[in-house]
């Protein structure tokens, strides 16, 4: 069966409840009418006694004063009046009935006192010895019964009365008290559907105001939660997304002039072109996924932390771009001290590799790129192009180029500053970008622990 | 043939169209960004743009409804929304990359024959070819075709300068569900050489098939 907290609560109190009341008006009920019983013994007691003492006097006085008459006149005429008043007498002498107004017969032993149905109307009968005669004595209690069945009567309308009043007010008390928590089962209902978008009723100061509150900090945390999920999942769907499209362009490029070859009588000069588009595009293909695989692998493995000198790192950077960077005309300075951090050698190379290649790539000839560190933070400069704050936000994300045909023409996968970040969360460092069209961009690798 | 502008930001991929349509017998004119694209396709000056949807500064949706020109987007973009959208802005065609170059040469040639119509013929060494009554004349006297020779002249002419296989002929020539054999194409190559003399122009390309050299 399907009940509510409440109904459940309701039925169980009710049954309890009217359990009680009948028990409590049942043991009422029998208390009242036994002492009604006893008090009707006493007097039907007290009266046979007062007979009994009457009908001894009167027959000791009947026969002192003449021995012709018989007992029996005595007898009708106590049997006479009594009968009148309720009470049926009857005398015995040795087993033998002398005088009875009882309708019926009725066994009885001397010295008992017992309820019996004469007629159908119930008497307490007496039975005792008066003067060698056994005197029953059945006393008219019918009002007894009346008594009993009016008290029955009012006591079971008043239990009715009362049971249909506590089961109203119940009722509604209950309802009432059980309305916040059906509100919570609503909105848990709807948040089942997913509509996080609703919150618990907290009025109040009661468990069920408690439990909304707690209620609504569990939903909270499941909101926060679930939009991080979807803002991660919506990230993974861009990358795949970008990366198909990235995809497309050297496939197209490759594709393309690998049928040009094939189709057109060409001349020696653009067999060479052709094959060299081809060859670069292979090539950034290749790179991509080099890059794709490296980001994985950082992302996927904790790098192996050594006490490493942070200045060789930048030094070695500088030594490795230094042949680009004269050739674009470009100064690359290395300004460094002694500083020592926790770090993968590898990785920060790989790191400032790529910052200074790109600084490489924004400055025109005659700029100048500098590295630096110190012991928090290490950076690298450089005093070429910049970047807007559009451009800013969106540098670490995979495929983002500020300058689309320029990067590609130098080879870019758009991908090295995703990798950075990877690698500087893998250190526990953050990433910092400051910029300014024309003046030139400044990265800083800011070490948090 | 026909005077085209190429918008594409990718060097490789717009050399690579320009490359093509040229030896198909197009001017080509290329543009690198969204700005240029519409300045140069406002002049009315083209047949057709070829447009890429993702252009720097402008993107090719947003040209397409300020240009009077016929256009086919070519995009890296293939969700069937993309394409609808194309479409519906009033693109003439649509070419996703990668594409095969003779699809792009034949998408090119479709639109040109919509917009433009027919090109009516078609000359080379003494040879005239008349697409619109279906005839051809060396030296002004008519050269009797069969209606397969023609249509093989035809697809050799869309796509001179280009190698064709035997088996993108027949595509072409005798639809795809020809069963024959494609020593079928041999013999009607053979006749179009015979009865045009051009055997030193429609050349055996060694394991790919033939090309009309022009």
Known sequence: MNMRFWQKTYILTLILFLVCLNAGILSLTLFTYSKSVRSAEESAGAEQYYVARSFERDLEDMLAASRAQSPSLLMTSYGNYYSERGVFLSFERNGRTVFSSLPEEIEAKSGTIFHKKIGGVRHIVICSDVSGYTMIFAKNVDSLDREFRALTLTYMLTALGVSALLAAVLYFILKSLSLPLERLRETTAKIGEGDLSVSADESGKDEFALLGKSFNSMLGTIKSQMSALEANAEKKQMLVDNMAHELRTPLTVIRGYAEYLERAAVSEEERLVASRYIVSEAERLTKMSEILLDTAYVRENPPEMAEIALDEVLCGTAERLAPKAKEKGVELVCDTENVTVSGNALLLSMLFDNLADNALKACAAGGKVVLRCSSDSASVEDNGKGMNEEELLHITEPFYRTDKSRSRAEGGAGLGLALCKNIAEAHGAKLRFESKIGKGTKVFFDFTT | ?214
Request: proline share 2%.
């Open chain 2, 1 to 214: 043939m026909a005077n085209i502008l190429i918008a594409e930001d990718e060097r490789a991929i717009n050399d690579l169209i320009k490359l093509n349509l040229s030896l198909v017998g197009h001017k080509c004119e290329q543009v690198f960004d969204g700005a240029s694209a519409l300045e140069r396709a406002l002049s009315g000056e083209h047949d057709l743009v070829i447009l890429d949807v993702m252009l720097p500064e402008l993107s090719g949706f947003e040209i397409i409804g300020q240009i009077k020109t016929p256009v086919i987007f070519v995009t890296a973009r293939v969700s069937v929304e993309d394409r609808l959208r194309g479409l519906k802005l009033g693109a003439d065609d649509y070419i996703v990359k990668p594409f095969e170059i003779l699809e792009l040469v034949e998408r090119v040639k479709a639109v040109l024959r919509r917009t433009k119509g027919e090109s009516e013929a078609f000359e080379f060494d003494g040879i005239r070819v008349e697409f619109d009554t279906r005839r051809v004349y060396k030296d002004g006297a008519e050269v009797i075709l069969k209606p397969k020779e023609f249509e093989l002249l035809s697809a050799f002419i869309t796509n001179r300068n280009l190698a064709l296989s035997r088996e993108k002929l027949i595509e072409l020539v005798w639809d795809f569900d020809y069963e024959g054999d494609t020593r079928t194409v041999d013999v009607h190559v053979q006749k179009l050489r015979q009865k045009l003399g051009i055997s030193e122009r429609l050349k055996t390309v060694y394991k790919t098939g033939y090309r009309l050299e022009i």
